[in-house]
């Protein structure tokens, strides 16, 4: 069998990452708890446009928001076009993200998932009934905290992978 090359290594890794993240977005969980899940799909978009930002970009958002819309029946295109907005304000300032401390990174990582977040509570108003108030943002914020483990975790088993 032939000698697989490192890219293939490097988008099998991103793949299965992003779709972890998928089925860990859809897991189903209690009613109580659903605002305290951390926002998995965009974390792990995050970190893949920060860490290999030629390898997965807006398309990457828009097709994970696609497969995350079929999933929870939500009206088609909403999620995409959040993550689309994701992986295109991650693409402005990675490399400014790539520059800060991970506690720097985890603050600019809870405004970009609270922009996300605004966005997707504005259109859930526009589609139906829905309130909003600041706990929209408790997913942001439990990402944010996160994010130090998940890049630190990402980061070695990249290294340990030998993936660019």
Request: with cysteine.
């Amino acid at each position: 069998m032939a000698n697989k090359s490192p890219g293939f290594q490097g988008m099998l890794l991103i793949w299965s990452s992003l779709l972890l993240a998928l089925c860990l977005q859809v897991m189903p969980l209690a009613d109580v708890w659903l605002m305290w899940r951390p926002d998995w799909l965009g974390l792990m978009l995050l970190y893949w446009c920060v860490a290999a930002p030629q390898r997965v970009g807006v398309m990457h958002g828009f097709t994970l928001g696609l497969l995350l819309d079929l999933i929870e029946g939500s009206p088609l295109g909403q999620n995409a076009l959040t993550l689309s907005l994701l992986a295109f304000l991650c693409a402005l300032v990675y490399q400014r993200l790539r520059a800060y401390s991970l506690v720097q990174q985890a603050v600019l990582i809870f405004v970009l998932l609270g922009i996300v977040q605004l966005v997707e509570q504005w259109l859930r108003t526009i589609f139906g009934p829905f309130s909003i108030h600041l706990a929209f943002l408790l997913p942001s914020l439990i990402g944010a905290a996160l994010w130090p483990w998940l890049f630190t975790m990402l980061q070695a088993l990249r290294r340990r992978l030998a993936v660019t």
